[in-house]
């Protein structure tokens, strides 16, 4: 398992226009092929009165299910360019329909696939994507003499402390990345001369969201 992948953690919409046909792209977080048909049948029922409705989506750690469709389109003008654009972004569990309201010309092979393309990345821009990082939570227990250099530890490589908790001692509950996990304890016990307690508490998955980490579910 990847230690960090891009994933949707909020659909979006997003819609161009290229002589007057207009394509809109609709995006979904999705965990399972049945949810990525069930979304797609939505959007086809949303935009009824449509012509194509193209998808494709990825789901897996190490994109595992990967399916697209041109919908009547030209082959490989429509759900494939989609489909390039997903993996080129390297997002996971994410699936996207472009749905096309044909404007009366014709826009050739290059001009259906600039156009899958850039309606897909525009649904995108205006989705919430994130990076879902692999980490420890780890209890550090402390004295207050040692409590500036550790969070001054902490401070440098940008990590998160989920939790303080201030008695005769401090309790500092901390979320770190996995492949930083050995060089943060061996910083901390060698800035602190080994005065503090550190234990791990259990492994999770984060990102960083509108500006805080938030802990994710599995």
């Excluded at 007057?20 to 995006?27: L, Q």
């Excluded at 994410?94 to 096309?100: G, H, I, Q, S």
């Excluded at 050739?108 to 879902?132: F, N, P, W």
């Amino acid at each position: 398992m990847p230690e960090e992948y891009k994933l949707a953690y909020r659909g979006g919409t997003g819609e161009i226009v290229e002589k007057k046909s207009r394509f809109i792209a609709d995006v979904m977080p999705v965990s399972s092929e049945d949810e990525a048909q069930a979304f797609i049948a939505d959007i086809k029922k949303k935009y009824w009165d449509a012509r194509h409705h193209c998808f494709a989506y990825v789901i897996g750690d190490r994109h595992e299910l990967a399916r697209f469709s041109d919908d009547g389109e030209p082959g490989g003008t429509a759900g494939k360019p989609m489909l390039d654009v997903l993996m080129g972004e390297d997002i996971h569990n994410v699936a996207v329909v472009v749905t096309r309201y044909f404007g009366g010309t014709l826009l050739g092979t290059g001009g259906l696939v600039r156009a899958y393309s850039g309606a897909t990345k525009e649904g995108l821009a205006h989705s919430q994507i994130i990076s879902r990082i692999r980490g420890i939570k780890l209890s550090v227990d402390t004295g207050y003499g040692d409590l500036g250099k550790i969070q001054y530890i902490l401070g440098e490589r940008k990590i998160t402390i989920l939790d303080s908790v201030y008695t005769d001692k401090v309790q500092l509950t901390c979320v770190i990345p996995v492949e930083e996990l050995t060089a943060v304890q061996e910083e901390i016990t060698e800035g602190t001369g080994a005065r503090v307690s550190m234990e791990e508490i259990g492994a999770c998955f984060y990102a960083e969201i509108n500006g805080q980490i938030k802990i994710l579910e599995e």
